[in-house]
């Protein structure tokens, strides 16, 4: 009885002063001081709060310390919750939630649809260039641990042919604008995967560093359709509609209902729902969707990437703050709009037909050609002519017009594309730093007229194919991922055909952190011939 007396007093007092949490005295856990503060109280105290450090992940994997201002947005409401638009639009302090004990989804068996995916229906020869140095991308040095492989693989500046797969077919290839691994599918199902793998993201049930493409055989059973690569974690489709994941765990991104330092084989996510048809993958989350058009994301909410209108931070003890990370599966069941004003309103029938993801935010393109963003909002990357996160989807204006919409989107590491219905390309955000943002979709000027059928972006470079030409552009400092070849400029703020690949007739291009993949066409004798000229890439291993 004394004990709860006690605890009620400190929870009144830090309701009435909240500056006394910082004190170690306090009889009571962090946690539940977080929840026994009103919403705007506890708003209140979090802007008195110096600034904390928080470890993140910097660059393409290496760690480092950063700091997080004590601001903090109101958080109203949760996609699990009503959503009370008048009282978002009147800005009221609403009440905080607690973390719900989610259930991974499930459906009855003689409900859910019974679906026969299909690869992708391309062919071809898989063409590598960009930096090959697996362990260095993204760092300045190669860490401790990998030294043995420091000066292991090139930068290659122009498309090169991987000796090991020569007589390989592949449909699809993988990679991510934060990633340093990648993945193929063969015209088979099979996935094969290679790059950095300190995490497991391999899938080969190691940590082994790997120079060319393996067959990963914990999935030799299967037939693998599609896959994403996160920074160090991946995720694979198979034709019946189940997700397998591996790769880093620590922040949920597996969606296996744990959070554990890394998964090195191949292991179900938690989810038990419709079969899933859609796979992406950002930074430290993962999003999936299943064929009703419901989409479903886990991982980190730093930004509020995964759309429940929440970031996830929480003061765990004095001096930290951690992020309460989504383990399993969990559907995202609200879409606004907001007008000029800031009125926000609910958009209806939303059945997403695509996700992508880039470092840490999303884009999703639906049945109506509407597009929706949300996540982290800096250099404009959302599209809403404002630097602000977005926590959950967000209608862009500009493709919700009869004829304007999208019919295809992609994401880089800190920008956004659409394909719109008439052709032409629109980008927003940033490819540089240094130079000014894109705050809302624009034109590419240089590209009009062009058919488009595959757009890759990494860390900052572009690749397209179009028409019977491979294009690329990016700033400096590039690694080769352009593709222009050896003794020729190395980067080019202007959209420029690829003259490696004249005669070359590109299906699908993808590209990593700052290397880029292609699948390249070799139905005649004479595609054939034109990709014998090209030089082998035969890397060397310990």
């Known amino acids: 009885g004394s004990t709860i007396i006690i605890r009620c007093q400190l929870a009144l007092q830090l309701a009435s002063d909240p500056t006394i949490i910082g004190t170690k005295n306090i009889g009571v856990s962090s946690a539940e001081a977080r929840w026994q503060l009103k919403s705007s109280d506890r708003d209140r105290f979090l802007l008195k709060m110096p600034p904390k450090k928080v470890t993140a992940v910097s660059g393409n994997g290496g760690m480092k310390k950063k700091k997080i201002s004590g601001k903090r947005k109101e958080r109203d409401f949760s996609s699990d919750d009503e959503f009370d638009y008048e009282q978002e639009n009147n800005k009221k302090p609403g009440k905080p939630c607690g973390k719900s004990a989610l259930q991974p989804v499930t459906v009855a068996e003689d409900i859910k649809e019974k679906i026969k995916l299909d690869c992708p229906n391309i062919k071809g020869q898989l063409l590598v260039?960009?930096?090959?140095?697996?362990?260095?991308?993204?760092?300045?040095?190669?860490?401790?641990?990998?030294?043995?492989?420091r000066n292991l693989g090139q930068n290659l500046w122009g498309p090169h042919r991987y000796g090991c797969l020569n007589d390989v077919q592949v449909s699809c290839v993988v990679s991510g604008p934060c990633a340093a691994h990648s993945l193929l599918i063969t015209t088979e199902g099979k996935l094969w995967s290679w790059g950095r793998n300190e995490k497991g993201q391999l899938g080969h049930g190691d940590t082994k560093r790997l120079e060319a493409p393996k067959l990963i055989e914990g999935l030799a059973d299967h037939l693998v359709v599609a896959a994403a690569c996160g920074r160090n974690h991946t995720l694979a489709l198979t034709d019946n509609g189940s997700v397998y994941s591996f790769g880093e765990n620590k922040l949920g991104q597996l969606g296996q209902c744990s959070q554990t330092y890394a998964v090195l084989s191949p292991a179900l996510i938690s989810y038990d729902g419709q079969p899933l048809v859609k796979v992406a993958c950002g930074a430290e989350f993962s999003m999936v969707v299943d064929c009703k058009g419901n989409l479903y994301?886990?991982?980190?909410?730093?930004?509020?990437?995964?759309?429940?209108?929440?970031?996830?931070k929480f003061i765990a003890r004095a001096q930290r703050i951690e992020f309460d990370c989504e383990i399993i599966p969990r559907r995202i069941?609200?879409?606004?709009?907001?007008?000029?004003?800031?009125?926000?309103?609910?958009?209806?029938?939303?059945?997403?037909r695509d996700v992508a993801c880039g470092a840490n935010h999303t884009l999703v393109l639906d049945s109506q050609k509407r597009v929706f963003s949300w996540g982290f909002g800096g250099y404009g990357r959302l599209g809403h002519a404002e630097q602000k996160d977005e926590m959950v989807p967000r209608l862009i204006k500009l493709f919700d017009f009869p004829g304007r919409g999208a019919s295809?989107?992609?994401?880089?590491?800190?920008?956004?594309?659409?394909?719109?219905?008439?052709?032409?390309?629109?980008?927003?955000?940033?490819?540089?730093?240094?130079?000014?943002?894109?705050?809302?979709?624009?034109?590419?000027?240089?590209?009009?007229?062009?058919?488009?059928?595959?757009?890759?972006?990494?860390?900052?470079?572009?690749?397209?194919?179009a028409d019977e030409s491979t294009i690329s552009w990016g700033p400096s400092p590039t690694c080769g991922e352009l593709g222009y070849g050896d003794n020729k400029p190395k980067s080019s703020t202007t959209a420029q055909e690829v003259k490696?690949?004249?005669?070359?007739?590109?299906?699908?291009?993808?590209?990593?952190?700052?290397?880029?993949?292609?699948?390249?066409?070799?139905?005649?004798?004479?595609?054939?011939?034109?990709?014998k000229k090209l030089p082998e890439y035969n890397p060397r291993t310990i």
């Not at 362990?135 to 190669?142: A, M, P």
């Not at 290397?515 to 004798?525: G, K, N, P």
């Open 297 to 312: 994301s886990f991982g980190c909410p730093e930004y509020g990437q995964l759309g429940h209108n929440s970031d996830g």
């Open 129 to 149: 260039f960009g930096a090959t140095n697996w362990d260095l991308i993204g760092r300045k040095e190669v860490p401790k641990q990998q030294a043995a492989f």
């Open 500 to 531: 490696t690949l004249d005669g070359v007739y590109v299906e699908k291009v993808m590209m990593g952190y700052s290397h880029s993949l292609v699948i390249a066409r070799q139905d005649t004798e004479q595609e054939k011939e034109r990709l």
């Open 333 to 352: 069941a609200i879409f606004i709009e907001k007008s000029k004003d800031g009125q926000v309103m609910p958009v209806p029938n939303v059945v997403v």
């Open 408 to 465: 295809q989107i992609y994401t880089g590491y800190q920008c956004s594309f659409a394909v719109t219905e008439n052709g032409s390309l629109s980008f927003w955000g940033v490819t540089n730093t240094s130079r000014e943002s894109t705050m809302y979709p624009k034109a590419v000027q240089d590209l009009g007229g062009w058919k488009i059928r595959s757009l890759a972006c990494g860390k900052s470079s572009i690749i397209l194919a």
